[in-house]
């Protein structure tokens, strides 16, 4: 297999050596499964940014009124829309994190409902049937 890079060693004037390893294991970190620590670091961060993008924009509109040139105008708007941007993100995970402590509501699964097909002399005949036969019982 050597011969195959002589001609490189060659043209780089180098000396080269196939070296051999043993396999080294790859041990494949824990990572725990909870949301809220998730949550918890994914609130600091957001907020993290919406401070330094509050300072960012206080920066550049300072510097948009001394300079007047419009372009400095145009970043202060797209940094603007970025801070609300986050701010929105900060609201979506609120949500988010609302809906996964929230209990799963599950409504009945079969509903049974007697239908009566028939006139409202059948009916009422029936129901004083029914009562009279209650009352005896």
Known sequence: ??????????????????????????????????????YEYSRGQLYNLIDKGQEAIDGILELAQESGHPRAYEVAGQLIKSVGDVTDKLI????????????QKNGPTTVNNALF?????????????????????
């Open 92 to 103: 979506d995970l609120q949500k988010k994190m609302k809906d996964l402590d929230a209990p």
């Open 1 to 38: 297999m050597k011969e195959k890079y002589d001609k490189i060693e060659q043209a780089l004037d180098i000396e080269t050596k196939i070296v051999s390893s043993d396999p080294v294991e790859v041990k494949k970190m824990e990572t725990p499964d909870d949301p809220q620590k998730d």
């Open 117 to 137: 097909v028939g006139s409202t002399a059948e009916l009422s005949k029936l129901i004083k049937q029914g009562l009279l036969n209650n009352i005896e019982e």
